[in-house]
């Protein structure tokens, strides 16, 4: 089990589950609350996150992180390339869901990673995954045709592509000293359903369907021990929209939001890290919004091994 603190001082539930150890032929079951195993960064646990927060389409598209109730099954095929497939049926209680209906299943994921290794120095791993949800009533805000800010709610199927792909390197692998990452996801949603405009009647609903893709492409480099800078830059499509069969204004009007971040981050040993981080956000019109980071990390008691 492991436990979040919030920002209001709210202690809840991050994950708690529980995962079978002896079924052997590559195959593990784990059931409880968990976070998926869609893309790439969504699995890692925020301390081993290379910057302080979650790129744009992670929090557009996924509220930050997505974590759920549910079953996952994975299976790693006993080939000589890393091949991993990946299912899970979970209640839908966050985004992109709208919370559980009943006892029933409102979100599945299923994905594929293939990874290996290139001589004795390189290592990549590649990625698709399918998360799929059934929202009811989600909260809806965009932009009508004069720019102005509306407030609806959709129903219906939401569904997003996920593409990921990293690349390391490290002199005859061994990372201690110096190396380098090379980390991007593309991130594509898809809504399909029905519409309802703040003031109008619930009754009589409008067709929707809409689409949306973001990305994020970084790379860390460790230069020497214990420290570390990297670069990250990303982007949001506005994305196009329909309301039965007509275009309309997309959710996020005609603006593309960016942000690019640098940072530069010191871990005086294994359980402890310091970072500065810049960023120049760039999500909603106007003057670009300059933002500094400060960070520490710190880790208490045994924890498991990180992910590739």
Do not use: C
């Not at 893309?39 to 925020?46: A, D, I, T, V």
């Not at 800078?229 to 506005?238: A, H, K, M, N, Q």
């Not at 208490?300 to 990180?306: D, K, M, P, V, Y």
């Amino acid at each position: 089990m492991r436990l979040a603190i919030g920002a209001d001082d709210t202690v809840a539930v991050e994950e708690a589950f529980i995962q079978t150890t002896g079924l052997g032929n590559g195959l593990t079951v784990k059931a409880g609350r968990f976070f998926s195993g869609i893309g790439y960064l969504n699995e890692l646990h925020r301390h081993t996150w290379d910057f302080v927060d979650a790129p744009l389409a992670y929090q557009a598209f996924l509220g930050s992180q997505y974590g759920d109730d549910g079953v996952q099954l994975k299976w790693i095929a006993p080939t000589d390339t890393f091949a991993e497939f990946g299912f899970e049926v979970a209640r839908g209680r966050g985004t992109p869901g709208s919370g559980p209906r009943g006892n029933g299943a409102g979100a599945t994921a299923a994905y594929l990673h293939l990874g290996g290794d290139v001589g004795d120095s390189h290592s990549w791993r590649a990625g698709v995954s399918l998360l799929q949800a059934s929202p009811r009533g989600q909260q809806a805000v965009g932009t009508d045709a004069e720019g102005r800010e509306t407030d609806s709610t959709f129903s219906g199927r939401q569904r997003l592509w996920i593409g990921d792909f990293v690349w390391k390197w490290a002199p005859n692998g061994n990372p201690a000293r110096v190396n380098f990452k090379l980390q991007g996801e593309i991130v594509r949603r898809q809504q399909t359903g029905e519409l309802v405009a703040a003031g109008s009647d619930a009754d009589a609903p409008a067709g929707y369907r809409a689409s949306q893709w973001g990305g994020y492409l970084q790379a860390v480099w460790q230069f020497m021990p214990r420290w570390r800078v990297g670069l990250r830059t990303e982007r949001l499509d506005p994305g196009r929209a329909w309301s039965d069969g007509v275009a309309i204004a997309a959710p996020g009007g005609d603006y593309a939001p960016t942000r690019n971040n640098l940072m530069v981050d010191f871990s005086p040993s294994e359980y402890s890290r310091f970072r500065v981080q810049l960023a120049r956000d760039n999500a909603r019109a106007g003057a670009p919004d300059h933002q500094l980071f400060l960070q520490y990390q710190t880790s208490l008691g045994a924890h498991g091994a990180h992910r590739f």
